[in-house]
Nanobody, 120 residues
Framework: QVQLVESGGGSVQPGGSLRLSCLVSTDIVSISVIGWYRQAPGKQRELLAFIIRGGSPDYADSVKGRFTISTDNAKNTVYLQMNSLGPEDTAVYYC??????????????WGQGTQVTVST
């Protein structure tokens, strides 16, 4: 089992920035893929950014150039730096970890989510 705890959400004005944190209960190096998703009311959960172990970060087009995913392996923490926020970024943001579960399968773990609201 892997527990994920997000923090750092809140309310911000358009054009502002926030940094989300996700504390992982196990060594990040044991995670195959770690990433950030969001879900706005009435919409499907959307993949924003992820890192495959040993690889480089990748981003959805909607956030490329504005959001940055990074990890601090010593702190078992994943960050999502979000800049130039707009009302369309309002959503609940989730941290996700995918880890091998045996026989070639993977298990997905989710945090509880943190609300981000962008408004004047």
């Amino acid at each position: 089992q892997v527990q994920l705890v997000e923090s750092g959400g809140g309310s911000v004005q358009p054009g502002g920035s926030l940094r989300l944190s996700c504390l992982v209960s196990t060594d990040i190096v044991s995670i195959s893929v770690i990433g950030w998703y969001r879900q706005a009311p009435g919409k499907q959960r959307e993949l924003l950014a992820f890192i495959i172990r040993g690889g480089s970060p990748d981003y959805a087009d909607s956030v490329k150039g504005r959001f940055t995913i990074s990890t601090d392996n010593a702190k078992n923490t994943v960050y999502l730096q979000m800049n130039s926020l707009g009302p369309e970024d309002t959503a609940v943001y989730y941290c996700n970890a995918r880890k091998p579960s045996g026989l070639g399968a993977f298990a997905d773990y989710w945090g509880q989510g943190t609300q981000v609201t962008v408004s004047t």
